[in-house]
């Protein structure tokens, strides 16, 4: 079946530092790829996604390109703050109906100012 | 603009003790589902439905039961609570089966089964 493997934190970083968090999976065929954000007593929200081979997602500096060849959607950003911490989900629907998301167990990220 | 709606946000059980958490969309989406979510486990899927009138199991579905008896609403119920129940509960909803449509979540409801 369909799965998601991420990288697991937590992730401590400073202000203005590197982002990269892991995520792989295994499906059949092409399945869409998304990542989402969970802050503090909140519920996900969507992050970024995309839906096909060398597309790539981006939204509020993050960004993620979907790689059928390494089947992977590494999440990343150039500088982070203090509001980037949160949790972060990589997570798959497959193709063909139901939209079921696969979650990955989730990165909680800290940044430090 | 409402989205997805779950109540309670919190709650307590006793052990036996029954409950149903309900979620509403006002979105007109098809397809709904509930999740859970636990430390080190991500989120997992608990039923869903594909529309009015349906309901199918999920990852994680014993101990919980659903309905699906309007569009908009799709409740989770527990009959008989059990400590390993003990999570926190999304809801989730979209448009179809088309497949990278947008999946919108509610804010959680945290229960707590002693």
């Known amino acids: 079946g369909n799965s998601v493997t991420q990288m697991e934190g937590p992730v401590t970083l400073s202000e203005e530092a590197f982002l990269t968090i892991n995520c792989t999976y295994t499906a059949t065929g092409y399945p869409s790829l998304f990542w989402y954000v969970q802050y503090p007593g909140e519920g996900l929200q969507l992050l970024l996604k995309?839906?096909?081979?060398?597309d790539k997602g981006s939204n509020k500096g993050f960004e993620a390109t979907y790689r059928k060849e390494t089947t992977s959607f590494h999440l990343e950003k150039g500088s982070v703050q203090v509001s980037d911490s949160a949790v972060y989900f990589c997570a798959l629907s497959g193709e063909g109906g139901s939209e079921k998301l696969v979650f990955g167990k989730g990165t909680k990220l800290t940044v430090n100012p | 603009n409402a989205g997805v709606t779950q109540t309670p946000k919190f709650r307590v059980l006793k052990t036996g003790q029954s409950m149903t958490l309900l979620c509403a969309q006002d979105?007109?989406?098809?397809?709904m589902y509930w999740y859970r979510q636990d430390p080190g486990m991500g989120l997992r899927l608990i039923h869903y439905?594909?529309?009015?009138?349906?309901?199918a199991k999920g990852e994680v579905p014993d101990g919980y039961n659903v309905s699906r008896l309007k569009k908009q609403n799709f409740l989770l119920g527990l009959e008989s609570a059990a400590p390993s129940q003990t999570s926190v509960y999304f809801c989730a909803s979209t448009r179809s089966s088309r497949s990278g449509n947008t999946i919108y979540f509610g804010e959680g409801s945290w229960l707590t089964v002693v």
């Open positions: 439905s594909v529309g009015e009138g349906t309901t």
């Open positions: 995309a839906t096909k081979a060398d």
């Open positions: 979105m007109n989406h098809e397809y």
